[in-house]
T-cell receptor, first 110, second 110 residues
Framework: AQKITQTQPGMFVQEKEAVTLDCTYD???????LFWYKQPSSGEMIFLIY??????QNATEGRYSLNFQKARKSANLVISASQLGDSAMYFC???????FGSGTQLTVLP | DTAVSQTPKYLVTQMGNDKSIKCEQN?????MYWYKQDSKKFLKIMFS???????INETVPNRFSPKSPDKAHLNLHINSLELGDSAVYFC?????????FGSGTRLTVV
């Protein structure tokens, strides 16, 4: 069965520092992708960024970027210049998104 | 305009009652989903509809019955509510890959 793994239940980062959140996808499908979502304490799910396995370059959206390592089947989310508003749960998920990772609770410290 | 709207946002009800949660999307997406997020923030898919046809029905008690009158609507009806049904329920829609989520319905069964 395909499995999505986020190994960090909680992470802390100092404001203005960069932080990396891990996500790996155990799949035999050579063509796949990974999505990242943010869930702040208000509860809504917000799409952040996506990368497919055949994309040539790592995806970037503002302060969010993906460190995509095809051999490891990982797409780690990098948040640069963390802000207090980045404190939230972060989930990764494959296409069709039948399964989400267990999430990482990120806390940005002032 | 809200892309995926769920109502109600909060629902408190007694055990044994029957309740419904409504979901509507104005994105023209073909596929809609219901997810349940438990107290540990774990997101689990419940149902998926594609153009009004049920395509995914995970292991969910048959007290839960989805209904899709058209591809823009996917409602969730729950019979004989139990304490364990307390959770946040998310509706989402997708054009085929990637989700847009509703804001969630926090169901509390007392």
């Amino acid at each position: 069965a395909q499995k999505i793994t986020q190994t960090q239940p909680g992470m802390f980062v100092q404001e203005k520092e960069a932080v990396t959140l891990d996500c790996t996808y155990d799949t035999s499908d050579p063509s796949y992708g990974l999505f990242w979502y943010k869930q702040p304490s208000s509860g809504e799910m917000i799409f952040l960024i996506y990368q497919g396995s055949y994309d040539q370059q790592n995806a970037t959206e503002g302060r969010y970027s993906l460190n995509f390592q095809k051999a490891r089947k990982s797409a780690n989310l990098v948040i640069s210049a963390s802000q207090l508003g980045d404190s939230a749960m972060y989930f990764c998920a494959p296409p069709r998104q039948l399964t989400f990772g267990s999430g990482t609770q990120l806390t940005v410290l002032p | 305009d809200t892309a995926v709207s769920q109502t109600p946002k909060y629902l408190v009800t007694q055990m044994g009652n029957d309740k419904s949660i409504k979901c509507e999307q104005n994105l023209g997406h073909d596929t809609m989903y219901w997810y349940k997020q438990d107290s540990k923030k774990f997101l689990k898919i419940m149902f998926s509809y594609n153009n009004k046809e049920l395509i995914i029905n995970e292991t969910v008690p048959n007290r839960f019955s989805p209904k899709s009158p058209d591809k823009a609507h996917l409602n969730l009806h729950i019979n004989s509510l139990e304490l364990g049904d307390s959770a946040v329920y998310f509706c989402a829609s997708s054009p085929g890959s990637g989700y847009t989520f509703g804001s969630g319905t926090r169901l509390t069964v007392v």
